[in-house]
């Protein structure tokens, strides 16, 4: 009976406990759901949103130098200013796009820190860190864009994928490719501050070299606000098809843009530090009544590709102004230069790889050229003499100091046409002056250079003969 009674009991108070359980559940949803909105100022957010919201890709941007750090100056340039007028130009068409948070290390005319300047990206919660950058050379005589990223592992991939479309989009714009380059320090690891921090804090970033404003093949591209915001522009548009980004506003939809597919290092992406393998030069043909000459050039550096090349004339004491490699994909090729009436050419070219080292070619002794009055000859050397740079010494008063990113600042008072060294003036002297030397000439000098030898020969026999002598008295004598 009790057994009985225990069970009869419990039943009924279980049944009464879902009964109140069930009628009292929408209250308590009610009240939760009350409570919810009084803390978020009474909005109530649908799971979507909040899906978007955590696939939304966040972006830095940091607009290089600021502050008393000017950055690379030069012709009226001042990076500082540059940088920060393209980073304001790409984070407005960025956020054109959809599922992008765009957001700048500064705004204005500050200064920062490397370090804070990571430090902002990380706290933001950085997918990419950008940093926007111009580029100066010590002699004026580097031109192209260039874009430098982390040597270390999942870094080195993201960071080489972005800096593809970049750099693609850069060329489709009319500026010559440097490429895409890793730089160590002496410690092992990435030498520009702003990667090393980045890549410490596993942030993937990229540093943009837009171009070299003191370069007359590159000026043209960064010469006014127009400029600067198209160049914001083309960055953004790097990032879309980065991201895979879409944008009604503009019309675009990248999301099956495919990137390059860059595998994971296991260690450290190396730069390049050694000079060209192979630089060797052969003469295809010469006119001396014009003074067109016709070389072959093979050069090769098997750890980065080809970049440039200058020629000299006169044995190496003066080089042309850099010239662009015609094709990347190839080692050889052939080129044509007018060396100027009076000289006996003594030809070298240097070949320069991606980094900036080159190797100096074999020496080619040519016949002497001769073409036109002597007036001519007088214009012909001093336009080529304008072309021509010493390759050690530079030119101008020029001082260069290392700012910011380790990126030379250059100020001078040369104009942003100048090259830099000394003209041929001293070697190439005018035809009023010295008459060119002809093949009659050396065949004078050499004549002159047996009869000397003759001459030294006929007096070492008489010095033979004078000992001879006195050997011969002495044994008589004896």
Not at 219 to 235: I, R, V
């Amino acid at each position: 009976m009790f057994q009985n009674f225990i069970i009869s009991w419990f039943r009924r108070e279980a049944g009464l406990l879902f009964f109140t359980i069930r009628k009292s559940l929408p209250v308590f949803l009610a009240a939760a759901v009350f409570l919810g909105c009084a803390a978020d100022g009474g909005m109530v957010y649908a799971s979507e949103p909040e899906a978007e919201t955590q696939d939304e890709v966040v972006v830095v941007i940091d607009a290089g130098h600021g502050g008393e750090d000017m950055g690379a100056m030069y012709g009226g340039f001042v990076e500082k200013d540059m940088t920060l007028a393209v980073a304001r130009s790409m984070q407005e068409e960025l956020e054109k796009y959809d599922g992008i948070k765009v957001l700048l290390t500064r705004t204005k005319d500050t200064a920062m820190s490397l370090e804070e300047r990571c430090e902002y990206a990380k706290n933001a919660g950085a997918d990419f860190f950008f940093c926007i950058h111009f580029n100066v050379s010590q002699n004026h005589d580097l031109f192209g864009s260039e874009v430098w990223i982390s040597a270390f592992g999942e870094e080195y991939s993201k960071g080489y994928a972005f800096a593809d479309i970049e750099m693609g989009l850069l060329e489709s714009l009319g500026l010559y490719s440097r490429g895409i380059k890793t730089r160590l320090n002496d410690s092992g690891t990435d030498y520009y501050g702003v990667i090393r921090y980045s890549t410490k804090n596993g942030m993937p970033s990229a540093l943009i070299e837009h171009c070299h404003f003191d370069n007359e093949n590159d000026s043209s591209f960064c010469d006014g606000n127009e400029d600067l915001e198209k160049l914001g522009k083309l960055d953004a548009e790097a990032v879309a098809k980065y991201f895979g980004l879409k944008s009604d506003v503009l019309g675009k939809d990248y999301g099956n843009f495919e990137k390059v597919e860059v595998s994971i290092p296991s260690v450290a992406v190396s730069p390049d530090t050694s000079a060209p393998d192979v630089c060797i030069i052969e003469l295809v043909k010469q006119n001396e009544q014009s003074g067109e000459i016709t070389l072959n050039l093979s050069a090769a550096d098997y750890d980065s590709e080809m970049l440039y090349y200058s020629y000299s004339y006169d044995g190496g004491e003066t080089f042309s102004e850099l010239k662009k490699w015609p094709d990347k994909t190839r080692d050889t090729f052939d080129f044509t230069f007018k060396a100027p009436s009076g000289i006996i050419p003594k030809v070298l070219v240097n070949a320069y790889n991606g980094y900036d080292l080159y190797t100096t070619s074999n020496e080619l002794g040519l016949a002497s050229v001769s073409y036109g009055s002597d007036e001519e000859s007088d214009n012909e050397t001093e336009g080529n003499a304008n072309e021509m740079t010493d390759p050690v010494n530079g030119s101008g008063d020029t001082s260069v100091e290392t700012s910011g990113m380790g990126i030379l600042s250059v100020s001078g008072n040369q104009s942003a046409d100048s090259r830099g060294g000394n003209s041929l003036t001293n070697s190439v002297n005018s035809s009023e002056e010295n008459e060119p030397p002809t093949v009659a000439y050396f065949m004078k000098v050499c004549l002159v250079c047996i009869i000397v030898i003759l001459a030294m020969i006929w007096s070492v026999l008489l010095v033979i003969k004078r000992q001879k002598r006195k050997r011969k008295r002495r044994r008589t004598g004896k």
